[in-house]
C-alpha cells in the first residue's frame, strides 16, 4: 500500500503510483495491522486499497478527509503524492482524536494515487486502476 510515489516510466497514460502515510501508535507497514485493540481507518476512499486491506484479514473503517488537492507550483509528482497521503492520515487523526478516541489506540492509514505524463502531473485516475 505505500510506495515510492509514482511510477516513473516516462510513458503517458496510466503512469500512476500510490503514496501511504501513517499516523498514530504505528506508522503505515509496521505494527500489528489493528489486531490488539488498534483502531485501523483507511483516510481515503479507494477501494483497491480496501480490498487488499481486506484480502489479507484487517479490520478497518474507511474515512475521507477533505484536504485541498491543488498541486503546488513546480512540485514533483513524488512529493505531491505523499504530501496528500501525509495530509490525509493527519486530518483524520486529528477529527478521531477529537471525536476522543485514544491515539494510542489509534492506526490511520492515508494513500494517494496520481496520475503522471513524461513528468507532469495530469490528476487523479477516473477509474479504479
Do not use: W
Not at 473503517?61 to 485541498?68: G, L, N, Q, R
Not at 490525509?88 to 489509534?106: I, M, S, T
Amino acid at each position: 500500500m505505500g510506495g515510492d510515489g509514482v511510477r516513473g516510466d516516462g510513458e503517458c497514460g496510466y503512469g500512476y503510483g500510490d503514496a501511504g502515510a501513517g499516523c498514530g501508535a504505528y506508522d503505515a507497514g509496521s505494527g500489528d495491522g489493528g489486531a490488539g485493540g488498534l483502531m485501523l481507518i483507511l483516510a481515503s476512499g479507494f477501494t483497491a486499497k480496501e480490498r487488499a486491506a481486506g484480502q489479507i484479514g484487517l479490520t478497518f473503517e474507511v474515512e475521507t478527509a477533505d484536504i485541498d488537492e491543488t498541486p503546488r507550483l513546480g512540485e514533483e509528482p513524488v512529493a505531491y503524492t505523499m504530501r496528500l497521503a501525509e495530509h490525509k492520515a493527519a486530518a483524520v487523526f486529528a477529527r478521531q482524536r477529537q471525536r476522543g478516541v485514544n491515539p494510542e489506540r489509534l492506526v490511520v492509514l492515508g494513500a494517494d494515487t496520481t496520475v503522471v505524463c513524461e513528468g507532469q502531473i495530469l490528476g487523479k485516475p477516473e477509474d479504479d486502476c
